[in-house]
């Protein structure tokens, strides 16, 4: 068995639409494998595959296209998405509410709220948004900002 290693992938199984995670890895003919910790490998969504940009003291994992919430204790509170930013060439924590982007070293004070694939609306445990702010469209998912 091959050593474990920090880079890994989550992907959704083609034939159920659970998550899978574990290593990346493509045939020759375009299909897209995650092979989990107990080394079966699985065909999944190319379109869902997202790279795990951290890990947090207790194990939380983060991925490329998650949601995360903000809620700071003076009643500031944020909403942001995971993704990767060609400017900066990293992964950044861009904000829904104002596109504003922050670095990732500020990910320890977001706690994931979605993702791009699953969320569909902005439900009002997450976040709630005030006038002025148009709808964001996430693939073909709703998320409103």
Same mark, same amino acid.
């Given at each position: 068995? $091959?050593?474990?290693? @920090? %880079?890994?992938?989550?992907?959704?199984?083609?034939?159920?639409?659970?998550?899978?995670?574990?290593?990346?890895?493509? *045939?020759?003919?375009?299909?897209? +494998?995650?092979?989990?910790?107990? &080394?079966?490998? $699985? %065909?999944?969504?190319?379109? =869902?595959?997202?790279?795990?940009? !951290?890990?947090?003291?207790? #194990?939380?994992?983060?991925?490329? &296209?998650? +949601?995360?919430?903000?809620?700071?204790?003076?009643?500031?509170?944020?909403?942001?998405?995971? @993704?990767?930013?060609?400017?900066? *060439?990293?992964?950044?924590?861009?904000?829904?509410?104002?596109?504003?982007?922050? &670095?990732?070293? +500020?990910? #320890?004070? +977001?706690?994931?709220?979605?993702? %791009?694939?699953?969320? =569909? #609306?902005?439900? @009002?445990?997450?976040?709630?948004?005030? @006038? &002025?702010?148009?709808?964001? /469209?996430? #693939?073909?998912?709703? /998320? !409103?900002?």
């Amino acid at each position: 068995m $091959r050593e474990k290693s @920090e %880079i890994k992938f989550r992907g959704k199984f083609i034939n159920t639409g659970e998550w899978i995670y574990g290593y990346f890895k493509m *045939n020759k003919a375009g299909d897209c +494998y995650i092979e989990d910790e107990d &080394g079966l490998s $699985r %065909i999944v969504d190319p379109e =869902t595959v997202c790279q795990m940009v !951290y890990r947090d003291e207790d #194990g939380t994992e983060f991925y490329e &296209g998650d +949601y995360l919430n903000y809620s700071g204790s003076d009643g500031d509170s944020d909403l942001v998405l995971i @993704e990767w930013c060609d400017r900066t *060439n990293a992964y950044v924590l861009l904000s829904v509410v104002n596109d504003e982007y922050y &670095g990732i070293e +500020y990910i #320890g004070d +977001y706690v994931v709220a979605g993702n %791009i694939f699953d969320t =569909t #609306g902005l439900p @009002e445990d997450i976040y709630v948004l005030g @006038e &002025g702010h148009e709808a964001y /469209i996430a #693939g073909d998912k709703d /998320i !409103y900002r």
